[in-house]
Nanobody, 121 residues
């Protein structure tokens, strides 16, 4: 079983910063891409940012210019640096790996358990 350890969430004031991290443990044959999603109660989960193996990145318009995604391929880790945080950024943040768990199976989407980010005065 592939497991994820997420950290870095918490309570922060508007305008503050947080850095989320997510590390995958267990056997993974290939990781093709990593990403971050977030979800607010009563709403659908939305994409925040993604990064490929060649470090190409994609961002949601709502976070562009404020958030930065990065990865360490050797450590199977993805990060999300969040600056200039706003109350509307409050959500549960989930890491996501597009990966091939073993040579015998194809690529699939793997999810972390999520961690809470609260932006409030």
């Amino acid at each position: 079983q592939v497991q994820f350890v997420e950290s870095g969430g918490g309570l922060v004031q508007p305008g503050g910063s947080l850095r989320l991290s997510c590390v995958a443990s267990g056997s993974i044959f290939t990781i093709y891409a990593m990403g971050w999603y977030r979800q607010v109660p009563g709403k659908q989960r939305e994409l925040v940012a993604t990064i490929t193996r060649d470090y190409s990145t994609t961002y949601a318009d709502s976070v562009k210019g404020r958030f930065t995604i990065s990865r360490d391929n050797a450590k199977n880790t993805v990060y999300l640096q969040m600056n200039s945080l706003k109350p509307e950024d409050t959500a549960v943040y989930y890491c996501n790996f597009k990966a091939r768990p073993a040579v015998s199976v194809g690529a699939t989407s793997l999810w972390g358990q999520g961690n809470q980010v609260t932006v409030s005065s």
